[in-house]
């Protein structure tokens, strides 16, 4: 049984740093973070596997996100620098039973979602 719980959210000022978790349980290949904002479809941000750290990052983060495991904790981060208005949604941490990083599809297990809010 997979259970993932993120945590970290909040409202924070444009340029500032925000770091999301996400503690995993039972065993998968591959966690995603993925958001959505309002009226907008679910975005992946930014994967790793947890073997030999694959990572995946959208073109709209590069350079500002940074995706980490911690395989002893079974925990996964995002460090969110230099957040912008528009990184403005619901983070989501998701687990795929695959390594193929980018591949939306194979994301079967999700939490419960974390707000992130940036004002501008």
């Known amino acids: 049984q997979v259970q993932l719980v993120e945590s970290g959210g909040g409202l924070v000022q444009a340029g500032d740093s925000l770091r999301l978790s996400c503690a995993a349980s039972g065993r998968t290949f591959a966690m995603g973070w993925f958001r959505q904002a309002p009226g907008k479809e679910r975005e992946l941000v930014a994967a790793?596997?947890?073997?030999?750290?694959?990572?995946y990052y959208a073109d709209s983060v590069k350079g500002r996100f940074t995706v980490s495991r911690d395989n002893a904790k079974s925990m996964v981060y995002l460090q969110m620098n230099s957040l912008k208005p528009e990184d403005t949604a619901v983070y989501y941490c998701a687990a795929s039973m695959t390594i193929r990083v980018g591949i939306i599809g194979d994301y079967k297990y999700w939490g419960q979602g974390t707000q992130v809010t940036v004002s501008s």
């Open positions: 790793i596997t947890w073997s030999i750290g694959i990572t």
